[in-house]
Nanobody, 119 residues
Framework: VQLQASGGGLVQAGGSLTLSCAAT????????VGWYRQAPGRQRDLVAA???????NYADSVKGRFTLSRDNAKNMLYLQMNNLKPEDTAVYYC??????????????WGQGTLVTVSS
């Protein structure tokens, strides 16, 4: 199983980026999926996640600016980030886990992609 995150980079405040996460070895539509981020010296926090259907949970700090989506045909997960702020600077990780409680070994993480927002 592999999750490959990409799309990070350096962007000015107010700009946009789209992160992508390609999955192999699992079917994303059969999993709860999400994006997390970790800023230097801080814990990894939820950005956006969806269990099934279209009920997406967003962190308050990104509501109205970020959009999680997935393309089941391509087995891809995306995070559209608009109106980026310097405080959005972090390493972003995609994550997938089974819909039923499972051991930690069945929670899958991408390798992370760095987003840097300059002021």
């Amino acid at each position: 199983v592999q999750l490959q995150a990409s799309g990070g980079g350096l962007v000015q405040a107010g700009g946009s980026l789209t992160l992508s996460c390609a999955a192999t070895g699992i079917i994303l539509s059969n999993h709860a999926v999400g994006w997390y981020r970790q800023a230097p010296g801080r814990q990894r926090d939820l950005v956006a996640a969806v269990i099934t259907g279209y009920d997406i949970n967003y962190a308050d700090s990104v509501k109205g600016r970020f959009t999680l989506s997935r393309d089941n045909a391509k087995n891809m997960l995306y995070l559209q980030m608009n109106n980026l702020k310097p405080e959005d600077t972090a390493v972003y990780y995609c994550e997938a886990e089974p819909l039923t409680p499972s051991p930690p070994s069945f929670v899958y993480w991408g390798q992370g992609t760095l987003v840097t927002v300059s002021s």
